[in-house]
């Protein structure tokens, strides 16, 4: 077994309407695997499908090895929290996740670890009504992480979350990848998921836009050299070099935006030269996810 | 199975949801059998639907369970309303799904529900028997009723016939709740429907067309408890019940289990 997740063809409709067409991606064993795409693009649904939820219309998929027509075979092995935490209000936290850890035959021990390590260790004994929304967020992570999972799949688990608990978050999914869990993470914070998903599946109006590799997809996508002239004379005759080379070039902000590949840049420094225009900088930037993603989807 | 069970019995157990269940159950039962003691020797109405129970029937083997019998009505409601709240609930707090991730065999979380929730139904029946029990010897020389008869082979045997007879009642109207619960997963529909449906719908078609009576689950679940009337046999009630709450519970098992969780 190579991967956590593999889906083939997975379709889910809805009377007439299409919730996800014939989706086929991969999730490799053992890493952080970013699940992106605008809202209703059927993130949550795929994530339903592959936790037995809901019934899928079409295709197949396996999770863990095991057939998702059979979630009780590898859900002991998955932790989950979907479309945020669902708790009991009149329940403390620490009896929440009790009702859990019967509910799944977990050890009972396990609950104040679990605390601890969402930084609730003080706030179990609190019913949850009187949480706050990242509170509630740090008791459905720790629900997630019960069964000591090998699979762990998140949507948007950093809903509500401060930035101090955000990065905590990015460093428990760290934490948990570098043991061996395979994190399936959906979330609309594509800088965090930059830095931590090495794979990732894209999803538009139900369909796969990409899957694979983060760097492949971002290396995929045409850089931009911003280059900023000593005298601002000479911005046109700079846009005019790049154009005549095949380049969409742009001038704002005192510089020349061009699209081009990385390594056009000495290159471009040479024309420039011959040209007799002295160049201030040059900075070659790469497409972040968040601008490859707006890219990709149209949003 | 035991799992979920467990699981739902912990719920169960919270403080807001047992303390306010046993001071209902307890206050109602403690307001009806005292009525019928303390209005014994009144000569008016002290039982069930204007009934005169004198202090002469009450000194019978019957008189050791008149009082826990008659609010069994009550205790049905109060076990409808909690089934169909903690199944309906699951839905409206989004908690299903987690308990569908936990455990994904969907008969047994409702088999450990249910059985949690039976479980909770008898402890309150057996409340009720003992604040009915203690507050009829309590009362019974004020009212002038001889307890010799409560006690004999005759009251014993009685008294765990009421028992299980309003156990199955307490059930009944349980089960109902549940099957509320899960056909319209939400607790204020379920409870709404099912409390309106037994307490007024019920009580008019039954005055209105009196040959209804003998088909109204409702009235038929009660019926079990005081192990029958004049007009509708208690073996009728057993059989009709079970019909009505095995299709019932059948329809709404495989709703369940077909559904997709999408809340």
């Known amino acids: 077994m190579t991967t956590a997740i593999s889906v083939t063809d997975l379709t889910k409709v809805y009377g007439e309407r299409s919730a996800l067409s014939h989706a086929t991606f991969e999730v490799p064993l053992g890493t952080v695997c970013g699940f992106v795409g605008p809202n209703g693009s059927g993130k949550t649904t795929t994530i339903r499908m592959l936790l037995g939820l809901i019934q899928p219309t079409g295709g197949t998929g396996t999770v863990l090895g095991e057939s998702i027509a059979h979630p009780e075979r590898y859900l002991p092995r998955v932790g989950a929290m979907i479309e945020g935490p669902a708790f009991y209000p009149a329940l403390s936290g620490a009896e929440n996740l009790k009702v859990l ?29 009187t949480y706050s929304l990242g509170m509630k967020q740090r008791l459905g992570i720790a629900a997630a992480l019960l069964p000591n ?11 509500g979350l401060d930035p101090s608990g955000i990065q905590e978050v990015r460093n428990l999914i760290k934490d948990l990848a570098s043991d061996g869990t395979s994190v399936f993470v959906s979330s609309h914070l594509l800088s965090e998921l930059e830095m931590i998903a090495e794979s990732l599946v894209m999803l538009r109006e139900g369909k796969v836009l990409f899957a694979g590799r983060t760097k492949d997809l971002l290396a995929a996508q045409t850089a931009t050299l911003i280059a900023r002239p000593e005298f601002s004379v000479d ?18 902000d005192g510089a020349v935006h061009i699209s081009g590949e990385a390594d056009w840049g000495a290159a471009f420094n040479r024309l420039a030269f011959n040209a007799g225009v002295t ?15 707006f890219e990709m989807t149209g949003e | 199975m035991f799992n979920v069970m467990r699981a739902e019995l912990r719920k169960l157990r919270r403080p807001t949801l047992l303390i306010s269940t046993i001071l209902v159950v307890s206050a109602l039962t403690a307001l009806f059998t005292s009525i019928v003691f303390l209005r014994a020797n009144s000569g008016a109405g002290n039982g069930q639907r204007g009934e005169i129970v004198s202090p002469a029937t009450l000194s019978q083997a019957m008189g050791l369970v008149y009082g ?32 569908l991730v936990r455990q994904p065999s969907r008969m047994k979380i409702l088999a450990g529900k249910y059985s949690a929730m039976i479980i909770f139904a008898i402890a309150l029946v057996f409340i009720d028997a003992v604040v009915a029990i203690g507050i009829s010897f309590g009362l019974a020389s004020h009212a002038k009723v001889t307890t010799t008869a409560w006690l004999t082979s005759s009251g014993i045997a009685l008294l765990g016939k009421t028992f299980a007879n ?17 056909l319209f997963r939400s607790p204020i529909s379920a409870i709404a429907t099912g409390v309106i449906w037994t307490l007024i719908l019920e009580s008019i078609l039954g005055a209105v067309v009196s040959s209804t009576q003998k088909w109204l689950p409702g009235q038929n679940f009660d019926n ?30 495989v709703l369940f289990k077909r559904r997709d969780v999408a809340n």
């Open chain 1, 101 to 129: 850890a019967s509910l799944g035959g977990f050890p009972q021990e396990r609950v104040g670890l679990l605390l601890e390590q969402v930084g609730l260790g003080d706030r179990g004994g609190s019913k949850y009504k």
């Open chain 1, 235 to 252: 911005l046109n005759t700079l846009a005019e070099i790049a154009t005549k080379h095949g380049h969409t070039a742009i001038v704002e």
């Open chain 2, 68 to 99: 826990f019998k008659i609010v069994s009505f009550f205790l049905g409601i109060t076990a409808l309303c909690v089934f169909a709240s903690q199944t309906a609930q699951e839905y409206t707090l989004g908690t299903l799904r987690n308990l």
């Open chain 1, 279 to 293: 160049l201030a900088a040059l900075q070659v930037t790469q497409p972040t996810l968040e601008e490859t993603f």
């Open chain 2, 166 to 182: 309003v156990m199955l009642t307490t059930i009944a109207f349980g089960t109902f709740g549940m099957i509320l619960g899960l």
């Open chain 1, 149 to 159: 999972p090998k699979l762990l799949v998140l949507d948007e688990p950093t809903n």
């Open chain 2, 224 to 253: 079990i408890a005081q192990g029958g009337s004049d007009t509708v046999s208690y073996h009728w009630s057993l059989a009709l019940s079970a019909g009505y709450l095995i299709v019932g519970f059948t329809i709404v098992a």
